[in-house]
């Protein structure tokens, strides 16, 4: 089977999987956004920082996120310890954003951070998990969950797309070479329609401005693939692992979205779903 070939049956698969959780409910869907948090927590232990299973340290990073992530989401109602960490996500983000565009790829900033403290890396995918449960309290949820989904899936898929097709001028070789401008903007365009249309249809509003915050949206999630393109590059690796074929592991499939989830929690907020 042909790498697009195995990337489209593993998208339909992946598809079909949150499609039924999500038909399931509520608890089912977290139950997901656990294990795919355990697993995207284990790639960045394994496969990036090289800690090994049998290690206190993986075995207290994975006990921490558990714990929390279930007393916040499943055990009790806490939505100020969601807010709470929403907020540390993007300030997080933030400072993501400024390793990507300030510092040098060839200081190792991350490589060395995480060689002095094992595990600190793991804080990118459990602060935005922690947090998802805020997009379940809302009547809506199933909606804006899958609209989040939509801006970040046809973000990566049509900047692939038109990558492909029209790419000719690098976005930034020494971070991922193989994305081109055309692509990016390709995505954005893109994303930021079906961002639009998936409003529209489920809320039957729409209005000039939200294109702007779809189109902002689509940009923050590209955002999170050249970061952890960034981090992966420090580590001398290509993909965080090979669990799902055609598209490497399960942190290179959701890194955009991980990203984008605590900025789409406060514009979910703010257009009032």
């Known amino acids: 089977m042909s790498n697009t070939s195995s990337r489209i049956v593993s998208a339909l698969a992946m598809v079909l999987i949150v499609a039924v959780c999500v038909l399931m409910g509520k608890l089912a869907s977290l139950m997901l956004c656990l294990v795919v948090g355990v697993l995207c927590i284990d790639e960045i232990l394994i496969n990036l920082v090289g800690i090994t299973r049998k290690s206190i340290n993986y075995f207290l990073i994975n006990f921490i996120f558990l714990s929390l992530f279930l007393f916040i989401n499943v055990f009790i109602d806490a939505t100020e310890f969601r807010i709470f960490f929403i907020v540390l996500s993007i300030l997080l983000n933030l400072f993501l954003f400024y390793y990507l565009f300030k510092i040098p790829l060839a200081d190792g900033f991350i490589k060395k ?21 805020a997009f379940f309290e809302t009547a809506n949820w199933k909606i804006d969950l899958v609209i989040l989904l939509l801006v970040t899936f046809s973000m990566d898929t049509a900047a692939w797309f038109f990558g492909k097709t029209f790419g000719k001028r690098k976005l930034w070789p020494e971070v991922s070479p193989k994305k081109t401008i055309e692509g990016f903007w390709g995505g954005v365009v ?21 294109f702007v915050i779809f189109a902002i949206c689509a940009a923050i999630s590209q955002t999170g693939d050249l970061i952890q393109s960034k981090i992966k590059r420090e580590f001398g690796i290509k993909d965080s692992s090979n669990l799902i074929p055609g598209h490497g592991g399960v942190y290179d499939r959701i890194d955009s979205l991980i990203f984008l989830s605590p900025f789409f929690a406060v514009v979910v907020k703010y257009l009032g779903t």
Do not use: E, R
């Open 113 to 133: 951070k995480s060689a002095t403290y094992p595990g600190l890396l793991s804080v990118v995918a459990i602060l935005p998990f922690i947090s998802i449960g």
């Open 190 to 210: 893109t994303s930021s329609v079906i961002g639009c249309l998936s409003w529209w249809y489920f809320f039957h509003s729409i209005k000039l401005f939200y």
